[in-house]
């Protein structure tokens, strides 16, 4: 009775994908549990085709279902499938997920010319600021999920702690104390392997 090209077959206790469809809608939370077991493993295809197997595909799959699930006002079953929504959703992240991988590319490629940029004469003196912004890079990468993505929400896409809250669907507590300690431990390496690089 549905449209979307991959149709999950749901277990014989289990609501049509329509019904799923109506119930994630009207906010049942058991919908989106079925949703997630149906159609998690096409979002996280499409995350895999496009930056391959890894965090980054991990990521995409579940800040579909976040979104999706705090965004579902914009959902209207009658205008469409879940699953085809929930693809529209995923392209979004994944678009996202671009930006956010060139803004730290570039962010890489100036500290880079930056440090070029230094004169040859001599023993060349580090710019503290360039291999300050290298190291954080660097850090960023080690960093898991969530934390790297609220610290990422935070200073590149300069959201307030209430706006991450609302776009990641945590609890504020949760996104403060994660900022928190994301920065102390963000400092305390970075003065580790200062201190180390300026020797």
């Not at 705090?70 to 979004?92: D, K």
């Not at 929400?153 to 949760?174: K, N, S, V, Y």
Request: zero cysteines.
């Amino acid at each position: 009775m549905t449209t979307e090209a991959t149709p999950a077959a749901p277990d014989a206790s289990g609501p049509d994908d329509a019904e799923v469809g109506r119930r994630f809608a009207a906010g049942d939370e058991q919908a989106l549990a079925w949703a997630y077991e149906r159609w998690a493993a096409q979002v996280h295809g499409m995350a895999v085709r496009a930056f391959g197997p890894g965090p980054d595909a991990e990521d995409v799959t579940q800040q579909t279902f976040v979104s999706a699930w705090t965004g579902r006002s914009g959902f209207r079953p009658e205008q469409g499938p879940l699953p085809a929504w929930l693809v529209g959703v995923a392209r979004h992240k994944i678009a996202d997920t671009w930006a956010r991988r060139d803004r730290q590319r570039r962010a890489a490629e100036a500290a880079a010319a930056e440090a070029q940029r230094l004169p040859a004469v001599g023993p060349a003196p580090v710019d503290s600021a360039v291999a300050d912004r290298v190291l954080l890079l660097g850090e960023l990468d080690r960093l898991g999920q969530p934390q790297r993505g609220i610290i990422e929400l935070a200073f590149f896409a300069d959201l307030t702690h209430t706006q991450i809250a609302e776009r990641t669907g945590l609890p504020l507590g949760t996104v403060k104390s994660h900022i928190r300690r994301t920065l102390e431990r963000l400092r305390d390496r970075l003065e580790v392997d200062g201190a180390a690089l300026h020797a």
